[in-house]
């Protein structure tokens, strides 16, 4: 096996705008999960798939743009749910872009089935791949996509 596949690879987890309200926040929508139990299960799969984690949540736009900027040295692979930034950032959108390393985009809900406006995703073109509609498992389909391509690159 080569040596390259056996390195922990470092996946850094940004949670978007209004995601610390978990809990509380629209249960028809997001049930009662909280962002606490969402990064226990991050971290357990992190854990079984001998990926490092990093994990910070954020309601600015600006901070999130900089975390893809300065991280971007420590990380092989972001992932990243974008809140309603997801919606309207070209900001976001051209920083993944810009930066040149793998990010994945996520969403507890299905936002096709929701709004119309939460349908359009400025980021998803510039992202990896996109998991959504299942609650934290989203996350979960994220780490495992990253653990398989990261691996194979
Ligand atoms: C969300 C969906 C967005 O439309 C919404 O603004 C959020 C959460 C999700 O995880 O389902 O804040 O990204």
Redesign the pocket.
């Known amino acids: 096996m080569a040596k390259a596949s056996l390195e922990q690879k470092q996946i850094f987890i940004i949670h978007?705008?209004?995601?610390n309200l978990l809990g509380s926040?629209d249960p028809a929508?997001?049930g009662t999960l909280t962002l606490d139990k969402v990064n226990t299960a991050i971290r357990k799969k992190a854990r079984e798939l001998n990926l490092e984690t990093r994990i910070i949540q954020t309601n600015h736009e600006g901070r999130i743009i900089d975390l893809l900027h300065r991280r971007r040295k420590w990380a092989d692979g972001f992932i990243i749910?974008?809140?309603?930034?997801?919606?309207y950032s070209y900001a976001i959108r051209d920083a993944i872009e810009g930066i040149g390393k793998p990010v994945v985009e996520?969403?507890?809900?299905?936002?096709y089935e929701?709004?119309d406006?939460?349908a359009i995703s400025v980021t998803k073109e510039v992202c990896a791949a996109q998991f959504?509609?299942k609650k934290e498992d989203?996350y979960l389909e994220a780490l495992e996509y990253l653990a398989k391509h990261l691996n194979t690159n």
């Open positions: 978007g705008p209004n995601l926040r929508q997001y749910n974008p809140g309603a930034f997801t919606h996520v969403h507890l809900s299905n936002i929701r709004e406006f939460r959504y509609g989203s």
